[in-house]
T-cell receptor, first 110, second 111 residues
Framework: NAGVTQTPKFRILKIGQSMTLQCTQD?????MYWYRQDPGMGLKLIYY???????DKGEVPNGYNVSRSTTEDFPLRLELAAPSQTSVYFC?????????FGSGTQLSVL | ELKVEQNPLFLSMQEGKNYTIYCNYS?????LYWYRQDPGKSLESLFV?????AVKQEGRLMASLDTKARLSTLHITAAVHDLSATYFC???????????FGSGTQLTVLP
């Protein structure tokens, strides 16, 4: 049972480039989330999904997009990367109750 | 907008001492979570508190929830070096069970 799997673990982008952060869970969880964590700070919610085909904005959605075509996958798309998007990104899922986190993606935009 | 405040933000304590981390939140919620994060790692679930008066204990850590006061505490008993980490509380609110996190308490246990 792999849990929540995120790829890549590290990435460096140039300003203006785009990329997709992948997130897959094998626990059949309905709820999935993307958070970002800036250095020395707590986690802020970017986007979330309550099931396949349903997504909604969190606290800090600007500059990001998501899709949820299957229960398992919840990719996060960065368009036109900016230095302000340098952060660690965590994907998480739950059926209600404890949140299961992926290992994180450390992204630097230079 | 739900706000979650932790204090202190930084805590240095000697081994063997006791201390408490506080988590205050601004809106009604019956669910509160505590997580631990080691440097460069993901978050590890410590406690899930689901009702007023809930108390959970695991080893040297004990968490409690007072929903009327909108306050949770994480009590550390006889601290050891292995407890050095950042501790986050998170409050659940919203139809999608979203968590709002505090800023974290960076705990350093000194020998």
């Amino acid at each position: 049972n792999a849990g929540v799997t995120q790829t890549p673990k590290f990435r460096i982008l140039k300003i203006g480039q785009s990329m997709t952060l992948q997130c897959t869970q094998d626990m059949n969880h309905n709820y999935m989330y993307w958070y970002r964590q800036d250095p020395g700070m707590g986690l802020k919610l970017i986007y979330y999904s309550v099931g396949a085909g349903i997504t909604d904005k969190g606290e800090v959605p600007n500059g990001y997009n998501v899709s949820r075509s299957t229960t398992e996958d919840f990719p996060l798309r960065l368009e036109l990367a900016a230095p302000s998007q340098t952060s660690v990104y965590f994907c998480a899922s739950t059926m209600g109750g404890k949140l299961f986190f992926g290992s994180g993606t450390q992204l630097s935009v230079l | 907008e739900l706000k979650v405040e932790q204090n202190p933000l930084f805590l240095s304590m000697q081994e063997g001492k006791n201390y408490t981390i506080y988590c205050n939140y601004s809106t009604t919620s019956d669910r509160l979570y505590w997580y631990r994060q080691d440097p460069g790692k993901s978050l590890e679930s410590l406690f899930v508190l689901l009702s007023n008066g809930a108390v959970k204990q695991e080893g040297r850590l004990m968490a409690s929830l007072d929903t009327k006061a909108r306050l949770s505490t994480l009590h550390i008993t006889a601290a050891v070096h292995d407890l050095s980490a950042t501790y986050f509380c998170a409050v659940e609110a919203g139809s999608a069970r979203q968590l709002t996190f505090g800023s974290g308490t960076q705990l350093t246990v000194l020998p």
